[in-house]
């Protein structure tokens, strides 16, 4: 197995089992071992063959082509093996509720696992409290206690663990949340407002909208659409935060309504999931599909098929550190397969990230490996049966029997994308050359495509190197032919509609959602900004994310850090 260097330290650093000094006591080969062989013990369960199985799985993973989510790698065959990145859990207006979900949440961040909450249904601040004659604190108050326990669990923890906070936009309290993140770091927490599509509606009539209580359902006042939208652009523009999660448009493809209503995602907005509802992720990396020139999609059905099988296994020998959790994840068994490496697979084939034909392409592959983890659920539910609350679903309601009712997710696989050295998700590269610290040791990263093809055509130098480190673009750069430029261009050189088009293309055949990063230069202006938002809308995404470079940043946990 061929690992850079920084896979080797990130490995090391946070993967590798340890002994009680911490020293590493396995390889990463014998990592991916573990990994398989413990997923492949669900096949037990089903009278399967879990050798066979296990060995397809190893083949799978030790080759880069697909990676499970990093709580997977590191925590598979451990005593307490929580295998889910993605969890939601409720918040009700009671201290018992709120502290209740507190120490759900510390267990989940314990395990490595991301989750949102939606705090919409606190009263607002300043409102009554019953049974002390007080005042009411407001959601802000609780995400900050949220935050401060974030911060206290995860020094002890292996990973930086990540939290969503949600506020609906007809909250009482939305002004001081969408503000929260100019004033205060909150660095736990990517904030998000649910705004609905009566507010879109009011915005674009330029009309009141009522704030409501939640607790006694009253309007509290109207306020103009506009001065909220303005509000949220404001200081997305300032800060990244809030983003926004468009949340009739995530209900409208909920596919297990029976259930109950969608009201948060997790931490990076890629998985929209019910109350008490966790998902497993894995990322198939395309930039190891293309062969002869052209995408190889014998192989890419081939190991759908297999990624699919292994998230529905993960699923049975996953150790879940909250009962309720584990009743609703095994009730709906939702899994999101998704992808890493396009940017790459795109040079691979000599297509520019924001050329026409690469949209033509995203919605190709990704309609691909929709049909045919789809294909592979039904054939599984064929096996072990549907998934439990399949009686009243969509599915149900179409005539199709699934295993599970999701299986497609776009994550942004931070982590898993330095391990299998490819670009991160389906973003495009932010910098052809740059300089990451990892612990004690810094690595220099120089796009490997681009010096591949920087020799082959004759224009690579140490010169050529040295403006590259400098500038981490090819632009300026006369030696540099025209098609090459094209063809490497880098988040900040492709237009905020043509990133949108791109999530929007991959959206259409996902049923979770995607994540991306809406980078923008640091001139983008305010009235830039709000035409994203509602472009986003009006696409049909599910949300969106802006980062503006230069922005103040609260939040440490963004797709961009990655690159
Ligand atoms: O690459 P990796 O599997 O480590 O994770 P990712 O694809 O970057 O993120 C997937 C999800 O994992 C996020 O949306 C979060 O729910 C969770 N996560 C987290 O909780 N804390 C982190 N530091 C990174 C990810």
């Known amino acids: ?116 909450f939606n705090f919409s249904s606190l009263r607002p601040k300043g409102d009554v409290v019953r049974s002390t004659g007080g005042v009411a604190s407001g959601p802000v108050s609780f995400m900050k206690i949220f935050d401060k326990a974030s911060d206290i669990i995860k020094q002890g923890g292996a990973r930086r663990g990540a939290n969503m906070g949600v506020l ?79 949340i009739d448009t995530i209900n409208r493809s909920n596919p ?27 990322s198939l990396n395309l930039s190891k599909y293309v062969k002869e020139g052209k995408i190889d999609f014998e192989r890419l059905e081939h190991d759908v098929k297999t990624a699919t099988r292994f998230l529905d296994d993960a699923i049975d020998v996953t150790h879940y550190p909250v009962p309720e959790v584990e009743k609703m994840h095994k009730g709906n068994r939702k899994i999101g397969l998704g992808i890493m490496g396009w940017a790459d697979c795109l040079v691979e084939l000599g297509i520019p990230y924001n050329h026409k034909k690469a949209l033509a392409l995203a919605e190709q592959v990704m309609q691909f490996i929709s049909e045919k983890s789809h294909k592979a659920s039904q054939e599984l539910a064929q096996e072990r049966g ?17 295993r599970n009712a999701t299986t497609t997710t776009i994550a942004p696989t931070g982590t898993i994308s ?88 991959f959206q259409k055949y996902t049923d979770n959602a995607v994540s991306k990063t809406i980078n923008l230069s640091q001139r983008t202006r305010k009235e830039d900004v709000a035409r994203i938002f509602i472009l986003a809308y009006k696409k049909g995404l599910k949300g969106i994310t802006i980062f503006r470079y230069g922005s103040k940043r609260g939040t440490l946990l963004k797709i961009s850090d990655a690159h």
């Open 256 to 282: 297990t309504p029976h259930i109950g209503q969608i009201d948060s995602t997790n931490p990076c907005g890629e998985q929209p999931l019910l109350p008490y509802e966790a998902c497993i992720l894995g």
């Open 1 to 116: 197995m061929i690992f850079t260097d920084r896979a080797k330290t990130v490995l090391e650093i946070r993967y590798l089992l340890k002994n009680e000094k911490g020293e590493p006591i396995e390889n990463p080969e014998q990592l991916f071992q573990r990994v398989s062989s413990y997923i492949a013990q669900a096949e037990k369960i089903y009278k399967k063959n879990s050798f066979e199985w296990e060995e397809k799985f190893h083949e799978l993973i030790s080759s880069l082509r697909f990676l499970p989510n990093s709580p997977a790698l590191m925590n598979a065959g451990k005593p307490k093996a929580q295998l889910a990145a993605c969890f939601v859990l409720p918040i009700e207006d009671s201290i018992e509720s709120i502290f209740k979900t507190l120490k759900d949440a510390a267990l989940i961040l314990q395990s490595g696992g991301g989750t949102g």
């Open 386 to 402: 549907v998934f439990p609350n399949f009686k009243g679903s969509v599915w149900e309601k179409k005539g199709i029997p699934m």
């Open 418 to 505: 330095i391990i299998a050295d490819c670009s991160s998700g389906i973003e495009p590269y932010f910098l052809l050359a740059y300089k990451q610290r990892i612990l004690d040791t810094e690595f220099e990263i120089i796009n490997k495509y681009l010096i591949e093809i920087a020799q082959k055509q004759g224009f690579y130098s140490e010169d050529f190197i040295n403006q590259l480190r400098q500038k981490g673009t090819l632009r300026g750069m006369k030696e540099v032919p025209l098609r090459i430029k094209r063809l490497f261009k880098t988040a900040l050189e492709i237009t905020p509609e043509e990133h949108i088009q791109m999530q929007a293309s």
């Open 168 to 246: 609906r936009v007809d909250h009482p309290d939305i002004f001081e949340f969408i503000r929260i993140k100019r004033i205060e770091s909150l660095s736990n927490f990517n904030i998000s407002v649910a705004v609905t599509d009566s507010f879109m509606e009011a915005l674009f009539k330029n009309d009141y909208f009522p704030l409501i209580n939640p607790r006694t359902k009253e309007v509290v006042r109207k306020v103009k659409a506009k001065d909220i939208f303005d509000e949220i652009v404001e200081s997305a523009w300032e800060t990244g935060d809030p983003g926004v999660i468009f």
